[in-house]
């Protein structure tokens, strides 16, 4: 038999089984070396290319969600200002990069007399003669340029039977 020093490399399965398997080394004489992890010394290196994250004297400023806090006094006063000289919810969206409901409920908190915009008679009537046509909902907001809901609530105020949603037909 061979020495156990020569079949280190070699493990050997008796009979029926007869399989072996040749473990080979893998630093320098194989290229599967960039496979296995980096030695220390280069770890260090790296380690020390970071900026010391644990010594920083200058906490970090949280940003707060809260529009209230975010927005300066100032700016909440002109966009309540433009809102009462007759500026939409949606034009002041686009303009100052808030949401719908943000600025809504910024109104709201100020005090200032929100403006519903209900629809006329005769946008009733078309709506409703949309509606029974075959027009979704959607659609006809969008040509009275009013909201889905305020056209829903209206059809149904109207005792018009709604379809169900999903752009299902009769």
């Known amino acids: 038999m061979i020495g156990d020093a020569a079949c280190a490399g070699i493990h050997r399965v008796s009979p029926p089984y007869a399989v072996s398997v040749v473990v080979e080394p893998v630093r320098h004489y194989s290229n599967k070396s960039a496979l296995l992890p980096p030695p220390l010394v280069e770890l260090q290196k790296l380690a020390d290319l970071l900026p010391n994250l644990t010594t920083s004297a200058t906490p970090q400023e949280q940003v707060s969600w809260s529009l209230r806090r975010r927005l300066e006094p100032a700016l909440v006063k002109q966009i309540t200002t433009e809102y009462e000289a007759g500026a939409t919810t949606p034009s002041l969206c686009e303009t100052y990069g808030l949401s719908k409901t943000g600025i809504l409920r910024l109104l709201r908190d100020e005090g200032v007399a ?3 915009r209900p629809l006329r008679s005769d946008q009733v009537a078309l709506a409703k003669k949309m ?8 659609a006809i907001a969008t040509r009275l ?3 889905y809901n305020n056209v829903r ?3 149904i105020k ?13």
Do not use: F, K
């Not at 509606?131 to 959607?138: L, Q, V």
């Not at 109207?158 to 009769?170: D, N, T």
């Open 158 to 170: 109207e005792g018009v039977e709604l379809r169900p949603r999903g752009g299902s037909y009769r």
């Open 153 to 155: 609530q209206r059809l």
């Open 145 to 147: 340029d009013t909201s």
């Open 114 to 116: 929100l403006r519903r």
């Open 131 to 138: 509606y029974e046509s075959g027009h979704p909902i959607a």
